[in-house]
């Protein structure tokens, strides 16, 4: 193995792969209520196509995979490919990012297969605003995804909370309140400004959450739950569980990047805020050897941008969440 850098001597270890366009929910930051195009099959990646990329990235110096969508949880069949990734030597973290609506059902033999554990987007804990936020009225659902994978053991647990103005604003506090009670781990994200539906009225800095926090006591600052990645951590007293902030509006964490993105039909993403992307489909479906695929692997990565513009307004044109998977 030789590593990854990009131009700016950034390392590269870090590959997401979105395993599927299609999502059970319709988050109004995300996904317009009908939904958008969905790509024929036939595009996507087939679990042999991934897994081959992954071997790639991985023999290139990617030692951490995480899994998302769309929602990763309704690609048939999910645990088979966890086990196929599982098997990849240097891999050694192996995760998911998902709703948790199908969590419950699926949390034990994820594990069984390889994966380590699992980020739960969670934007409320009131079924009514739950429904509001995601269209859909599954937060009991959710609730029960996150006990399963707890008593499956996918930990640690990170719940992920968009946070927005006049909408989920006034759960702060509870949230923070489940790492006292109940040893949660959750992170505060801003709202990044990329569909037409995110209103910038809506926008919470994360500076704002912390100051509503003070009501609870001092937030001491912490080690993160599990590795390293771009939320500072911190815990308020008695707490088992820590409080994560991330900003990528009011202070971007480009300068630590390590991640590259694969969309669900084969293109790579150096940059979550950037249109670039380099096209392994075609490559890959005319039987591209190893080497070849590595070169274009490394090209996108010596592309990566320094950073992203979002603060100053300027986001990816064609790039939609629900398609790299955040
Ligand atoms: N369906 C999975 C899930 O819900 O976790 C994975 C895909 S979803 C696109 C990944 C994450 O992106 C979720 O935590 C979601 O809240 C977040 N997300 C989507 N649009 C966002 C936005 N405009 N700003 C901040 N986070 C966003």
Redesign the pocket.
């Given at each position: 193995m030789t590593g990854l850098s990009d131009s700016f001597n950034r390392p590269i270890n870090y590959l997401r792969l979105s395993v599927t366009d299609r999502?059970n929910?319709r988050?109004r930051?995300?996904l317009p209520e009908n939904g958008i195009p969905l790509l024929p099959r036939s595009d996507l990646l087939s679990f042999e196509e991934l897994v081959s990329i992954a071997k790639i990235a991985a023999e290139l110096g990617i030692t951490k995979i995480r899994l998302?969508?769309?929602?990763?949880l309704v690609r048939k069949d999910l645990p088979r490919l966890v086990e196929m990734l599982a098997r990849i030597d240097s891999i050694d973290d192996l995760s998911l990012?998902?709703?948790g609506v199908l969590l419950r059902h699926q949390a034990k033999e994820l594990k069984q297969a390889g994966l380590n554990r699992v980020?739960?987007?969670l934007?409320s804990l009131k079924q009514d605003k739950f429904h509001y936020i995601t269209r859909q009225d599954k937060l009991k659902e959710v609730l029960k995804g996150i006990q399963a994978a707890s008593r499956a053991g996918l930990s640690p647990i990170k719940i992920?909370m968009?946070v927005l103005r006049g909408i989920n604003d006034d759960e702060i506090i509870d949230f923070a309140r489940r790492t006292i009670n109940d040893g949660w781990h959750v992170r505060f994200?801003?709202?990044?400004?990329?569909?037409p539906t995110?209103h910038p009225a809506t926008f919470v800095p994360a500076s704002e959450i912390k100051t509503r926090l003070l009501s609870l006591g001092d937030l001491k600052p912490s080690l993160p739950p599990h590795g390293i990645g771009p939320a500072r951590y911190f815990h308020l007293p008695r707490a088992r569980g820590t409080i994560g902030f991330i900003t990528?509006v009011t202070e971007h964490f480009c300068i630590s990047c390590n991640r590259l993105r694969l969309t669900t039909d084969g293109k790579l993403h150096a940059c979550l805020m950037s249109d670039d992307e380099t096209d392994l489909r075609p490559a890959l479906r005319r039987g591209a050897s190893p080497l070849q695929i590595k070169r274009l692997i490394q090209q996108a990565v010596y592309a990566k941008p320094p950073h992203h513009h979002l603060a100053e307004g300027i986001t990816p044109a064609k790039s939609a969440?629900?398609k790299i998977?955040?």
């Open positions: 999502c929910l988050c930051y995300c998302t969508g769309g929602e990763p990012t998902t709703n980020n739960i987007s934007d992920n968009v994200i801003e709202l990044m400004p990329l569909t995110t990528p969440m629900s998977g955040g």
